[in-house]
């Protein structure tokens, strides 16, 4: 009873407007992410957790009617190759976050599939800690987009991005900045094909956004991004003193999707 009444406070609490969510209120249609992001210590524990996520978590979500799920993991390049993973997981409503949350603790398969993983020897676990970010998607891309690439999946480039602002204020003309001042709109014309956007509900390091963008590899995301600093339209916008000093530190993750990631 506890529990249920828990959920249905954080279940109001977000689908009431806020006025961080750019002008007007709330579109009832926004969808609602979580971010997990696993840090290893043991760089060999990534068998592991892939297992898991594979045969046991992603077909858990996917029978309880939660499809799209993203398994991604820093470039080889990265200093945190091998010792992250980050899991996206979109739900089209915050009751169904909880739902799904009843549903893996009653599906028996998933518990069996998923022992090594989740009853791991207390010193032996397969991660140090893990965040769990939770957002809801902007007002002006309510829903996530799944982009298609030929290129193997080694080459894909996902470019996970995390804003910080240094007030309440100063994050909400971000986001405006990015829905009716139009920067997602630039991301669109230069053909960066992005995923989400989003602001983070609940989570560390707020108040932030996190948005993802994509390219077939390497090289279309160094030309994207060039095209982007160089669009006039980009000039004009950043360029704009209601704008000035949204962001205190930008943090951009670049990832590889899994082999066996939903997209």
């Known amino acids: 009873m506890k529990k249920t009444l828990i959920s249905l ?15 007007g209120p709330a579109d009832a249609k926004q969808m609602y992410y979580e971010l997990k992001i696993y840090r290893l210590k043991d760089p060999a524990k ?26 991604f993991k820093p470039i080889e390049k ?59 998607a902007f007002s002006h891309m309510p829903e996530m987009k799944i982009p298609t690439y030929t290129t193997p999946r080694n080459e894909r480039i996902y470019e996970l991005r995390s804003y ?13 900045m990015f829905n009716e001042g139009g920067e997602m709109l630039i991301f669109e014309k230069i053909g960066a094909n992005a995923v989400f956007y989003a602001q983070v509900l609940f989570g560390s390091l707020k108040p932030r956004l996190m948005y993802m963008t994509t390219y077939a590899d390497m090289k279309s995301h160094d030309e994207h991004w060039a095209a982007f600093r160089a669009h006039p339209d980009w000039k004009t ?18 990832l590889h999707p899994t082999d066996y990631s939903d997209f």
């Open 9 to 23: 406070l954080i279940c109001s609490l977000l689908s009431a407007p806020s006025f961080l969510y750019g002008k």
């Open 46 to 71: 990534n068998a592991v957790i892939d297992k898991y996520l594979k045969e046991a978590f992603i077909p858990a979500m996917h029978r309880a009617g939660v499809n799209n799920i993203g398994v």
């Open 78 to 136: 990265d200093t945190a190759a091998g010792k992250m993973v980050y899991v996206f997981i979109p739900y089209k409503t915050s009751e169904q976050y909880f739902s799904v949350l009843t549903t893996l603790e009653k599906d028996k398969i998933y518990s069996e599939a998923g022992k090594e993983f989740l009853d791991a020897p207390y010193n032996d676990p397969p991660f140090t800690r893990y965040e769990s970010v939770f957002m809801k």
């Open 164 to 176: 910080e602002s240094a007030t309440i204020e100063k994050a909400r003309k971000k986001i405006q």
């Open 237 to 254: 916008l950043s360029a704009k003193d209601e704008y000035k000093n949204t962001v205190t530190k930008a943090n951009p993750y670049l």
